[in-house]
């Protein structure tokens, strides 16, 4: 049986489609990600998932269960953390966690060995209020919440948005061992090398899935040949770059040029070799650039299938 499968679901809020016939499935105890930008879909999808809003249309199942039909039953089976803090900001670490506990019928003491490994961060500040907690200790706090009741399913939705790199590594340490115990996950991010810890994931778009896979099958099915260029002046040399290049592509799927970092990925139009890039960049008055074939990775499939479904 599959932990989560959704069959051409559809929601609108009036005239607006947040999501456009969505399908996909979710292994029992797999780690799975929703990766795609802001208003992409995802807080929309995993509300109905969570059995908290019923969709316009198609259907959807949590270990063969409807989320609308069966709502009642499996609310006592998910674990569910929303992308805004939701706990009760006026209780203390160790009161939201005691009312949580009490409302599915359990206690922090006998499910203490699952939220442990968690818990143990925010133990010492249990006597403090929820809302004075630092951005990471609350997202550990919603999780053990979440987790107080032993779910069989983790919906999280954009978990670590907005929290330091340390605490974001740390949460998905968290997760990992989570998996271990036969927790089913299922995540949202906006950040796509969050995308590289999940066995699988979908990349959504404007309501829809552009493609689903594991992270490296999705790396490597980026079609073509893909270039980093770089030079002390990156606003020039992309500027450049779009002028040069970006009326010559048309190819397919072919990438217009797009700062990463230090550099700017490009895919070159057909005929034209990387040194003649670097001839025509010298001849704009930007000496000393350099190019570099590279790995594409997720962020530029995810800039290619967009490109292919405009």
Not at 63 to 69: A, E, I, M
Not at 159 to 185: C, H, N, Q, Y
Not at 237 to 253: K, V
Request: charged fraction near 20%; proline fraction near 5%.
């Amino acid at each position: 049986m599959k932990a989560a499968e959704a069959y051409n679901i559809t929601h609108r809020y009036g005239k607006v489609t947040a999501l456009d016939d969505i399908s996909f499935t979710v292994g029992d105890g797999e780690l799975f990600g929703f990766i795609g930008p802001d208003g992409a879909g995802k807080t929309t999808l995993f509300r109905i998932a969570a059995t908290l809003i019923i969709p316009s249309g198609g259907r959807m199942t949590l270990f063969g269960l409807n989320t609308v039909s069966r709502y009642r039953e499996l609310r006592n089976v998910i674990g569910y953390m929303p992308g805004r803090f939701s706990l009760y900001q006026d209780l203390t670490v160790e009161e939201n966690l005691n009312f949580f506990a009490t409302i599915f019928g359990t206690t922090l003491k006998e499910n203490y060995n699952l939220i442990e490994p968690i818990y143990r961060h925010i133990e010492p500040y249990k006597k403090r209020l929820a809302g004075k907690l630092s951005g990471g200790m609350k997202q550990k706090l919603a999780l053990s919440c979440a987790l107080i009741h032993r779910p069989k399913i983790l919906i999280l939705d954009e978990p670590t948005t907005g929290v330091d790199a340390v605490s974001r590594t740390e949460f998905w340490e968290m997760l990992a061992g989570l998996k271990s115990e036969g927790i089913t996950i299922i995540v949202s991010t906006p950040y796509m090398d969050e995308a590289l810890r999940c066995d699988r994931i979908a990349l959504i778009q404007s309501g829809r899935i552009l493609g689903i896979d594991t992270p490296d099958n999705i790396r490597h099915s980026y079609g073509q040949k893909l270039y980093a260029v770089s030079h002390p002046d990156k606003y020039k040399l992309l500027i450049t770059l779009r002028s040069h290049l970006s009326a010559e592509n048309t190819e397919p799927g072919a990438l217009r040029p797009e700062p990463f970092g230090d550099s700017v990925h490009v895919t070159l139009p057909e005929g034209i070799k990387p040194e003649q890039v670097i001839t025509a960049l010298a001849a704009s008055g930007l000496t000393g650039a350099t190019i570099t074939e590279i790995v594409p990775g997720i962020e530029d499939v995810f800039l290619e299938l967009m490109k292919r479904t405009q």
